[in-house]
């Protein structure tokens, strides 16, 4: 197999109102708004991209803002928690910056690392987790975080399932992912490279019921493959394995298929190219509105629709 999939390309989660997410990723967690979009499959409700300088794939999180639904309860079948690579000795850094931001964090360990596990705005759990092997990212450093605390793309993903089995042995024969660590009901898989940026840990919470979906909760998280030719490749291994998986979706930024691995959680495989400068330079990444071409003649309709935000302000 010469087409691994590299990692994680991106997390995706559903939230109430927009504004105290902007201001939570950006003001407290210090990281660069990269794209205001809007769901394609569901055009009047935004799409909200953070992730690091260039919108590196493996460093954005992205929300759909629901500001009239009910909050959900998170739960099997779900990613519970989503984890950052942050520079080893960084948490006593960001014990005090949260604070001073009135967003409660605790330390905890986990495999030997530390680690500060936070909620965000909309209660979904973040997890900042100290590394000597951070991803080969570019931090955002207008985001009032310095380079040798800031956030370096993702460390990990959290799925919770029922049981571990169905799960685990999806991740290994079919994903080809090893198994490197476990401890108490938590299984580390990492992918192909390994590191952190491709971990991901197989919890079983059977004491949880069947995760909803709504604000509050992570919808999918996605997985990188190089390519629309690695993409096919996956997208028949993943249908010979028995799972059902979506045609491929032109998201703009990348090209995407979808589907539930066998513990419940929805997997979306996105390839790296062609990426978030497809419709705007570097310096005019998240700075406005962008709508992909089909949905560009209905831009008044859609923005006359959407909620008003204010952007991040640069400092
Ligand atoms: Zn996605």
């Given at each position: 197999m010469?087409?691994?999939?590299?990692?994680?390309?991106h997390?995706?989660?559903?939230i109430?109102?927009?504004?105290?997410?902007?201001?939570?990723?950006?003001g407290?967690?210090?990281?660069?708004?990269i794209?205001l979009?809007v769901?394609?499959?569901?055009?009047?409700?935004?799409?909200?991209?953070?992730?690091?300088?260039?919108?590196?794939?493996?460093?954005?999180i992205?929300?759909?803002?629901w500001?009239?639904?009910?909050r959900?309860?998170p739960?099997?079948?779900?990613?519970?928690?989503?984890?950052?690579?942050?520079?080893?000795g960084?948490?006593?850094?960001?014990l005090?910056r949260?604070?001073?931001?009135?967003?409660?964090?605790?330390?905890?360990?986990?495999?030997g690392?530390?680690?500060l596990?936070?909620?965000?705005?909309?209660?979904?759990?973040?997890?900042?987790?100290?590394?000597?092997?951070?991803p080969?990212?570019?931090?955002?450093?207008?985001?009032?975080?310095?380079?040798?605390?800031a956030?370096?793309?993702f460390?990990?993903v959290t799925?919770a399932?029922?049981?571990?089995?169905p799960?685990?042995?999806?991740?290994?024969?079919?994903f080809?992912?090893r198994?490197?660590?476990e401890?108490?009901?938590v299984?580390r898989?990492?992918?192909?490279?390994?590191?952190?940026?491709g971990?991901?840990?197989?919890?079983?919470r059977?004491?949880?019921?069947?995760?909803?979906?709504?604000?509050?909760?992570?919808?999918?998280?996605?997985w990188?493959v190089?390519?629309?030719?690695?993409?096919?490749?996956?997208?028949?291994?993943?249908?010979?394995?028995?799972?059902?998986?979506?045609p491929?979706?032109?998201?703009?930024?990348?090209?995407?298929?979808?589907?539930?691995?066998?513990?419940?959680?929805?997997?979306?495989?996105?390839?790296d190219?062609?990426?978030?400068?497809?419709?705007?330079?570097?310096?005019?990444l998240?700075?406005?509105?962008?709508?992909?071409?089909?949905?560009?003649?209905?831009r008044?309709?859609?923005?006359?629709?959407?909620?008003?935000?204010?952007?991040?302000?640069?400092l």
């Open positions: 010469n087409t691994p999939v590299l990692g994680i390309h997390v995706t989660a559903i109430g109102q927009p504004q105290p997410n902007i201001d939570f990723y950006t407290a967690l210090g990281l660069r708004m794209k979009t769901n394609y499959d569901d055009p009047e409700t935004y799409h909200l991209y953070f992730g690091d300088t260039a919108g590196t794939p493996g460093t954005a992205t929300f759909f803002p500001p009239y639904a009910q959900a309860q739960g099997v079948g779900q990613v519970l928690s989503t984890a950052y690579a942050v520079p080893n960084s948490i006593e850094y960001w005090k949260l604070s001073k931001r009135s967003v409660s964090s605790q330390r905890a360990e986990r495999m690392e530390q680690m596990t936070i909620r965000d705005p909309d209660d979904l759990q973040i997890e900042l987790v100290e590394t000597d092997q951070l080969d990212v570019q931090p955002w450093l207008d985001g009032g975080v310095p380079r040798e605390h956030i370096h793309g460390h990990s799925l399932v029922a049981q571990h089995q799960t685990n042995d999806f991740l290994r024969d079919v080809a992912f198994r490197v660590s401890e108490a009901d299984v898989f990492e992918t192909n490279q390994g590191g952190p940026g971990f991901v840990q197989v919890q079983a059977p004491d949880l019921p069947r995760g909803e979906m709504g604000p509050g909760t992570v919808h999918h998280v996605a990188r190089t390519d629309d030719d690695a993409q096919a490749y996956w997208r028949n291994t993943v249908i010979k394995a028995g799972r059902h998986v979506t491929v979706k032109d998201r703009n930024y990348f090209h995407s298929i979808y589907f539930r691995e066998p513990g419940g959680v929805i997997f979306e495989m996105a390839t190219c062609p990426g978030m400068m497809v419709d705007e330079n570097i310096n005019a998240g700075t406005q509105l962008k709508l992909p071409p089909f949905l560009e003649d209905q008044d309709q859609i923005v006359s629709k959407l909620p008003s935000i204010t952007l991040p302000v640069r």
